[in-house]
């Protein structure tokens, strides 16, 4: 009589996971990010990631180089201009507006920020982000993260095929428009085109890739039918049902995929502390 083949290793799940809105993210329950993480268990953390596009990670203790080991393992962390924000691991930036010695700890230090994408002025945006919290203020300072790929889909046909194959002109003042978006592109200002509409390269998903903050004109088309374009994908893409607001406790580690999410922040008292550390993911090339 013949064997019967053995049955395959049936693994359980190394973490629990819940949503954290309609819209978009889950928490993941049951990792502890300041220990290695099998094979098995960060592509199971990577599928989370790709089907809820944000995920969340409460309570960790993590030290830079813990939250640099696991950035690396979705790819090489991007190259930080900023270089006065860094402390120690090269890869790590500050986010605060804590002052030392009357100087700024952090990037990015006051107040509300309109809807962006991270770096979508470069050729080669931001995979993902991560940030860690340490110090939050007692209220405001939230996170918001708006869903791409819903908006994208829920876009009427005609304007869907409006905005085919266009292109728009991304840019980033980090001297004057760090908070509200600028209308005129200053010389020297670092800037780069990229499609309105990116296919996303792990789910082959479209979303739309145009925000408030740093998309300066669609190419091609006449200052004031871009403008109103733009506006129109600016307020659609906003929507409060494609929104998940992040409330930081000390301890988040929070990471969104930056070629199918926005966010954006909400204002917070310029007298209480807010301290986050970022580690940025080098992305590819929009298409």
């Avoid at 950035?71 to 691991?89: C, L, M, S, Y």
């Avoid at 978006?181 to 145009?210: D, F, I, N, Q």
């Avoid at 550390?277 to 929009?286: D, M, S, Y």
Wanted: charged residues 25%; hydrophobic residues 40%.
């Amino acid at each position: 009589m013949e064997r019967a083949c053995a049955e395959p290793e049936l693994r359980p799940p190394p973490f629990a996971l819940r949503p954290l809105s309609a819209a978009l993210g889950a928490e993941i329950i049951g990792v502890d990010l300041s220990a290695e993480i099998d094979d098995y268990t960060f592509a199971q953390i990577r599928d989370a990631w790709h089907q809820n596009l944000v995920i969340l990670l409460r309570d960790q203790e993590l030290s830079e180089e813990d939250q640099v080991r696991f950035a690396e393992k979705f790819g090489p962390p991007a190259v930080i201009h900023t270089k006065q924000f860094v402390r120690n691991h090269p890869a790590v930036m500050l986010i605060s507006n804590i002052r030392e010695d009357g100087k700024l700890i952090g990037a990015l230090p006051d107040g509300e920020m309109h809807f962006h994408t991270d770096q979508c002025h470069q050729q080669r945006p931001a995979m993902a982000s991560m940030l860690y919290a340490l110090e939050v203020p007692s209220t405001g300072g939230n996170t918001l993260f708006a869903n791409g790929y819903a908006a994208y889909a829920t876009l009427p046909d005609g304007m869907k095929r409006r905005i085919e194959g266009r292109k728009a002109l991304n840019a980033y003042d980090y001297d004057s428009a760090a908070m509200k978006r600028g209308t005129r592109l200053a010389e020297g200002v670092p800037s780069y085109v990229h499609p309105v509409v990116r296919t996303h390269p792990a789910t082959g998903r479209k979303a739309l890739y145009v925000n408030r903050l740093m998309t300066v004109r669609i190419e091609g088309l006449p200052e004031p039918e871009s403008n109103e374009l733009l506006a129109t994908l600016f307020d659609h893409q906003e929507r409060r049902e494609f929104v998940y607001e992040h409330v930081w406790r000390p301890g988040d580690l929070l990471m969104w995929d930056n070629r199918c999410t926005l966010h954006a922040r909400t204002d917070f008292s310029p007298n209480e502390r807010r301290l986050m550390r970022r580690v940025t993911i080098l992305g590819e090339k929009p298409v």
